[in-house]
């Protein structure tokens, strides 16, 4: 089951720095600054989770998915190359990215119960460990972040984190409910690519 | 004194909820935009508060205050519904508005006190509860934040904040202090919606 | 080695709240605003730093800092009155900047190295300290900080940090390898002021 975790979380980071370099490169940032987005959109959701529960960021104290989130980095510095940055809303980004964000809300639930945080506490980190990154990315663009106005993308983080604490709640074990977070999140996060499902306005 | 303080973190809760939820509302947000920039608003303060002192916020670990906000932006929905948004500069939410950032200020006036910040890390602790939650909300959405170029908002924080701290000095009890802080905010803010009070630019 | 630094953190200071006053003075906030700016300039980035390893912030515990980044706040005012605000691009400003930006670049990686951080963490929290502060900033006035798209502003902090990991590594004691850092950033900014590098685009 680590296994399963440890490669959604790899295929996450990859993706996230992937489209968050291309971000930056498509608003013509220099190469620190794409460097910094595609960094930030892949470990920023998981330093604001762990600086709200009083850790030092896991980003900053290992070395394992910095490497990964470099890696993603570079490939979008290749892949702006060969093929200009019309793929970031291709499926070969958006379904990796799909896995990076069920497999950091399910990191963000666990962290969240094994906090002691309150349900509400839960989903928040949940969502926010999900879609923190890119939110920060957007924010220093000046853009308002792209899951407060369109697409059916935070929410599948927050019912995934509901159904964590549903299934914690009823005594399954948090390792595996984490797992069964993730799975509600893809499953959820597919059908809404792939049915075009929005939220209302009001 | 602590059912005063209740009542009143309690309408500034819900009016902070409020008009953070018609904010955006009014930017054309989704349903999910909507709470969370009504959320943020009202329980975002606080949790800035709590993170710079290095506390896990109170808003992730309880859910007295989170259910009072969910309240404030059900609330949003209905009357964004039933009058238009038109009612953000309305006494109905101004009032209420009112009562929150003295409240808030209160609290991040003792919660600075209790620790052991210096008497400028007290005075922003104050301000930045009170400011923090709407701030957090104008920068989501592109904004800069209204307390920084208009309006005598934020300084009846400042002023309640230097007010209790001064009040603490002279050997007053902390939780007594923070009733006179909350009626210096409410009665600097109040005074300044009645008379159209400005700070100058330079 | 403590005075050479105390008096580089001292003129950082000055110049850094000099500089956030000035552009909040441009953008036409009224004094509370401008006063936001110029101390968050000066004390964001530690205040980033401190929060990120877990620390309640220096600048919210004691009153050092504060006051000398108040005089420049102060500084700022009178300046802005007799010369108007084209003095931000003038060597006047851009010299301390840089001393600055080589003062907090060191505190950062020493705090870093000190929390027993990565040595990606050690220099994701020397660049931070060093332009933290005028990124939140250039965030709240609804900018894309400009570390991220001109200059060759951020990338001496990184080296910086990279140069004191390695002399670390080395066997150098922390103290010492702080001001061989300072050392770097200042020589590398004041050479890309003086022949006004830039980072490609991609």
């Known amino acids: 089951m680590v296994d399963a975790f440890?490669?959604?979380?790899?295929?996450?980071l990859v993706a996230f720095a992937l489209a968050g370099s291309l971000k930056g490169a498509d608003a013509d940032l220099d190469l620190f600054g794409i460097?910094?987005?595609?960094?930030?959109?892949?470990?920023?959701?998981?330093?604001?989770?762990?600086?709200?529960?009083?850790?030092?960021?896991?980003?900053?104290?290992?070395?394992?998915?910095?490497?990964?989130?470099?890696?993603?980095?570079?490939?979008?510095?290749?892949?702006?190359?060969?093929?200009?940055?019309?793929?970031?809303?291709?499926?070969v980004v958006q379904l990796p990215d799909a896995v990076g964000l069920a497999a950091f809300a399910a990191t963000g639930a666990l962290v969240g119960v094994r906090a002691a945080l309150s349900p509400f506490g839960v989903v928040v980190l949940a969502t926010?460990?999900?879609?923190?990154?890119?939110?920060?990315?957007?924010?220093?663009?000046?853009r308002v972040p792209s899951v407060l106005h369109e697409d059916f993308y935070a929410t599948p983080a927050v019912i995934g984190g509901v159904a964590f604490w549903l299934t914690v709640r009823a005594g399954v074990a948090s390792g595996r409910a984490a797992l069964g977070c993730a799975v509600v999140v893809l499953g959820l996060r597919l059908l809404a690519l792939r049915y075009d499902w929005r939220l209302p306005t009001i």
């Open 128 to 142: 926010l460990t999900g879609v923190g990154g890119g939110s920060i990315a957007d924010l220093l663009l000046g």
């Open 35 to 91: 460097a910094v987005l595609g960094m930030l959109t892949a470990l920023g959701g998981g330093i604001l989770r762990d600086t709200l529960v009083g850790r030092v960021p896991v980003a900053l104290r290992t070395t394992g998915d910095v490497a990964i989130a470099l890696a993603g980095v570079a490939l979008a510095l290749v892949l702006a190359r060969l093929l200009g940055s019309r793929l970031r809303t291709h499926a």
């Open 6 to 12: 440890g490669a959604m979380n790899a295929i996450g």
